[in-house]
């Protein structure tokens, strides 16, 4: 089991002149200690127009920032939305090279194609269109990294050949991730070789269950890449606190802002019917995974919130559903102080990763 | 800070309606045609637009609704409503402007059993071979116009309405007040279209919702299905947030 550190940058009204640049600054440091504590990823969703629930609309440069301040901690571009509204793949391609020559080789690249009206209808994307888009892609993106000049002709771009430059300092490219949100996507990730970048937060019998569907279905892929990346992450929220009751009710607060900040949100499948957004797409499992019954201690099923022995018992089960990484979440529209996360930090690593310590190797990359 | 409405209820309790009862049974309406266009709103006053209890959604906006019964329990009848889309805490929902009805026995029923605020008026919902109409009309005058040109076909199971929230006056345990009630009724679609929404017409006033200014299409659907008006189930003191003052019946 590896543990990351995920960021959405939720930035709290009222916005002064300081709240963006003290809640970015906050990241960054809360970054630098997870590198100096052992956390193996750091992860950075790009999204938009999002008041108050993301401000991370540039996520190649936090990450940048996040790469000149550490040594060993890789940077997870994503998801970088393919969508051709919002990124066109060769700026996508060129960004992610830089990247990962910037970070010495540490870029894990996610790909995705957002749920909500909000982004989409914001870019005039046509909703009907993405999960194509996203396919699309994901198949040029490794052609790109890899092939001297590259030309194409396709369905949502086309080009002559040219050189995409730079390539990426990892050889053959980075390892490539799919966000996992709607019901199939596990099994678009596994046809395609690619890691399934879950975006669930608990639930155990239905994430085993689409580990499972995942594992097998990899087997037979044909990748898109150079390589397979058979890997599955999770997201999770994280406050680790001496007191198990401190640490459930500091996290619970976590876990309800972020709840009522995604709730703001218009997801696609509530305005526009398509057979591209079967489901709501996050709200939905925040909110259930959330509001899901909790144990004796009142904590919800699989968050990672309360003492260390609790979170320990929640990670077990994580591992034992098929999970190979958790990347958590700190903070919420900075619902707990800058100090008390950086402790819950320190008391996680002290007392939480010395028992996962690694047992198998997983992969990182494609060597 | 997540935005809340701030709505002062007053505005629309004149046209709320009143409910002799909240226990109220299931009702199934079979062919039920409906229409549904989704539009953004101007954000200027968007948490005036909704009580305390709800809260918009970014962006805001506003649901125009058309149904053509032409069978079942309460005979034949066409409805339209106007809603803004909201939340109530975490959950989705429309909060209902006011609605218009073209037959008494109808209106009463909708009024009196799930709290919509009906006014009298004509209604037409028509699908063509190359559109789908939603008119409305009171007093003689045209008050809505919105159609969905070149509607294609989809999965029936792809279409979602959200509930409707409805202002009605009401007794709750000897609590007797206005309050808002939760509609979620069930559709079995069998037939959908969806399509890009053109507004022709929209009389705000004349829905009682000033302020709603819709700025920019979001998608219109065509459905036929068999619906069911539930038994109640939820409501909410207006003036709560909603995680505060929800109630289970």
Redesign the interface.
């Known amino acids: 089991m590896k543990f990351g550190v995920f960021y959405e940058i939720s930035v709290p009204r009222p916005w002064g002149p300081e709240t963006e640049h003290d809640v970015y600054h906050n990241c960054l440091e809360q970054v630098r200690l997870a590198d100096e504590l052992g956390f193996d990823q750091v992860w950075a969703v790009e999204h938009h127009f999002l008041e108050e629930y993301s401000h991370s609309s540039a996520p190649e440069l936090f990450l940048t920032a996040c790469a000149m301040q550490t040594k060993n901690i890789r940077v997870g571009h994503g998801i970088v939305v393919c969508v051709p509204e919002f990124n066109h793949p060769v700026r996508v391609a060129e960004r992610a090279a830089v990247l990962d020559i910037l970070s010495h080789g540490r870029l894990e690249m996610g790909t995705g194609r957002s749920a909500t009206w909000t982004e989409l209808g914001g870019f005039g994307a046509n909703p009907d269109e993405t999960k194509q888009t996203w396919d699309e892609f994901v198949r040029v993106l490794p052609k790109m990294w890899t092939q001297e000049r590259f030309g194409y002709e396709g369905r949502s771009f086309s080009m002559p050949t040219r050189a995409i430059l730079p390539k990426p300092y990892q050889k053959p490219h980075p390892p490539m991730w799919v966000a996992v949100t709607s019901p199939g996507t596990e099994i678009d990730a596994a046809e395609r070789g690619l890691g399934a970048l879950g975006l669930q937060f608990a639930g155990f019998a239905a994430q085993e269950q689409k580990v499972k569907d995942y594992r097998q279905r990899i087997q037979s892929c044909d990748p898109v890449g150079e390589f397979v990346n058979e890997q599955v992450a999770t997201v999770n929220f994280l406050y680790c606190h001496e007191d198990k009751k401190t640490g459930i009710e500091r996290g619970q607060g976590m876990t309800g802002a972020f709840n009522y900040l995604a709730a703001q949100l218009l997801p696609v499948r509530e305005v526009h019917p398509s057979r591209s957004y079967p489901s709501l797409g996050l709200l939905p499992q925040v909110r259930s995974a959330v509001a899901s019954p909790g144990g004796d201690d009142g904590a919800p099923e699989g968050l990672c919130i309360g003492d260390p022995d609790r979170i320990i018992e929640q990670i077990k089960q994580w591992e034992s559903a098929g999970v190979d990484r958790i990347n958590f979440l700190l903070n919420a529209m900075e619902r707990i102080p800058q100090e008390q996360v950086l402790e819950s930090l320190r008391l996680f690593a002290r007392e939480v990763m010395p028992k996962f310590a690694e047992k198998t190797p997983v992969a990182v990359s494609g060597d | 800070?997540?935005?809340s409405g701030t709505l002062d209820i007053a505005r629309h309790l004149d046209l709320a309606s009143s409910m002799p009862s909240l226990k109220t049974e299931a009702l199934e309406i079979p062919n039920v045609e409906m229409v549904a266009a989704?539009f953004?709103i101007d954000d200027g006053d968007m948490e005036g637009l909704l009580p305390p209890a709800l809260?918009?959604?970014?962006?805001p906006?506003v649901q125009f609704f058309g149904m053509k019964v032409t069978e079942g329990p309460l005979g034949a009848f066409s409805f339209a409503q106007v809603r803004v889309?909201c939340?109530a805490?975490?959950?989705?929902r429309g909060y209902t402007t006011l609605c218009f009805c073209d037959s008494a026995e109808a209106s009463t029923a909708l009024s009196e059993r799930w709290g919509f605020p009906v006014q009298p008026g004509e209604v037409i919902v028509q699908r063509n071979y190359d559109r789908v109409q939603l008119v409305a009309e009171a007093d003689g005058r045209r008050v809505l116009s919105v159609e969905l040109m070149d509607p294609l076909p989809?999965?029936g199971g792809?279409?979602?309405y959200?509930a409707s929230v409805n202002l009605a006056k009401a007794s709750h345990d000897g609590d007797e007040k206005p309050w808002l009630v939760q509609v979620d009724p069930d559709y079995a679609v069998r037939r959908?279209d969806?399509a890009r929404p053109t507004l022709h017409l929209f009389d705000a006033e004349a829905w009682a919702a000033e302020g709603v200014i819709p700025v920019?299409p979001?998608?219109g659907?065509y459905t036929v299905s068999d619906m069911t008006l539930p038994a109640l189930r939820y409501l909410m003191d207006p003036a709560k947030n909603a995680f505060a003052g929800t109630v289970s019946l």
């Open positions: 800070m997540v935005f989704f953004e809260h918009p959604t970014i962006p906006t889309g939340r805490g975490v959950r989705p989809i999965n792809d279409v979602q959200t959908a969806r920019y979001i998608t659907s």
